[in-house]
């Protein structure tokens, strides 16, 4: 079964009947660009194949029923929700974004979510569950899909994280969910929302990106996520410009001010040769620019943690190209460039060390570029 008809069944057994239709979207992992989205910066993610399915139906008494397999089932009576944002747990994004959309016509839903994107991984679950939901509301109102109206959805995506789940990310992840193309990495400029598709598919010289889950807790809602964010805007007022623009950070006094806006501009130069290496073929040179977001992450953005650290440590001993920590930070997960031929080498040579350290085992998953959301049923 795959989750699309996993989505279908929940909501067979769940509310009876057919869906109006299944829409799924796909988690992310970001290849460069990590924590300037919010800075209006440039990321360069692609969209994975593990994907969020919803199955929808509409209602006309103002009432929205969520169920979600291997979660609860939520209910929200008409009107208790209007102007309030007080929702829990993952029923939140799915409200949030039915909310925040506010689709012309729309007087209730039945919806039924699936998933196989790991959650808590820092691989974008709940923006796939934000995407799937968006482009199922859009398609049954009649709002429009092009790639104006997928920026749109994104948007309104970025409102339910913020505003009703309580995460203050930025709109990398929704981004990429509703707007990625398989085969193609996504070069996206946070300051606009323009994108350029670019193309990546390293399996096709010999090479992949290796997803490392170290399995430990990644949570956007806790204080430091919205720490750094802050640190970002403070640099740029006293800067008296956007940090991507600033000439140079050395007129900060306070040193770990500086040090964030220092990550914040060399990693914006960072995507820029990502994206030049990918457009010339040179998967490669993808390497040490991966090992130098790393580092940057780790020194001078100060979000990487000791599970991360070693994760990278023993991919780049066992022979990869580059390793890095993704996402938001303090746990979840790595990517790693590497040879085909050495994934194997390099799980277990990940595993191992976090073995040695106590950590709980790692999950692995390959990272092809996958498409964005659409319906599938
Ligand atoms: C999380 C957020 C994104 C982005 C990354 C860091 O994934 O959801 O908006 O800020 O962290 O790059």
């Known amino acids: 079964m795959t989750v699309c008809d996993d989505a279908a069944h929940a909501f067979a057994e769940s509310f009876g009947g057919e869906p109006d239709g299944v829409w799924c979207a796909p988690g992310r992992v970001n290849i460069i660009g990590e924590h300037v989205d919010y800075a209006g910066g440039l990321c360069l993610p692609i969209a994975l194949p593990q994907i969020t399915a919803a199955a929808v139906r509409r209602r006309t008494d103002g009432r929205i029923r969520m169920v979600s397999a291997g979660f609860d089932r939520v209910e929200i009576d008409p009107g208790s929700l209007l102007g309030s944002t007080r929702v829990a747990g993952w029923a939140a994004y799915v409200v949030g974004v039915v909310y925040a959309l506010d689709p012309p016509g729309c007087e209730g839903l039945d919806i039924a979510i699936a998933s196989n994107v790991p959650v808590g991984a820092g691989l974008s679950s709940s923006a796939a569950l934000e995407a799937a939901v968006a482009l199922a509301s859009a398609e049954l109102f009649g709002l429009p899909t092009d790639d104006v109206g997928r920026d749109r959805l994104a948007r309104a995506c970025v409102v339910a994280e913020n505003d009703y789940a309580g995460a203050p990310t930025g709109g990398m992840d929704q981004q990429i969910a509703l707007r990625g193309r398989a085969g193609h990495a996504l070069l996206l400029d946070c300051a606009d929302d323009t994108v350029e598709h670019v193309p990546f598919d390293p399996e096709a010289q010999g090479m992949t990106i290796l997803v490392v889950d170290t399995r430990t807790a990644h949570r956007l809602v806790d204080g430091q996520y919205g720490d750094r964010r802050r640190a970002v805007d403070d640099a740029a ?19 770990v001010l500086r040090r964030r806006a220092r990550h914040v501009v060399t990693e914006i130069g960072r995507v820029r040769a990502a994206a030049d290496a990918l457009r010339a073929g040179r998967v490669q040179d993808l390497g040490p620019v991966l090992d130098a977001s790393h580092r940057s992450l780790r020194d001078d953005f100060e979000v990487s943690c000791i599970e991360l650290d070693t994760a990278v440590d023993a991919a780049r001993r066992a022979g990869a190209l580059g390793a890095r920590m993704v996402g938001g930070g303090f746990g979840g997960s790595a990517i790693v460039l590497c040879e085909l031929t050495r994934v194997a080498a390099i799980a277990a040579a990940v595993t191992a060390a976090a073995a040695r350290h106590g950590f709980p085992a790692p999950g692995f998953l390959r990272a092809a570029p996958a498409g964005a959301a659409h319906r599938c049923r």
Request: charged share 30%; no cysteine.
């Open 237 to 255: 007022r006293m800067l008296g410009s956007a940090l991507r623009d600033a000439p140079s950070v050395d007129g900060l006094e306070d040193p």
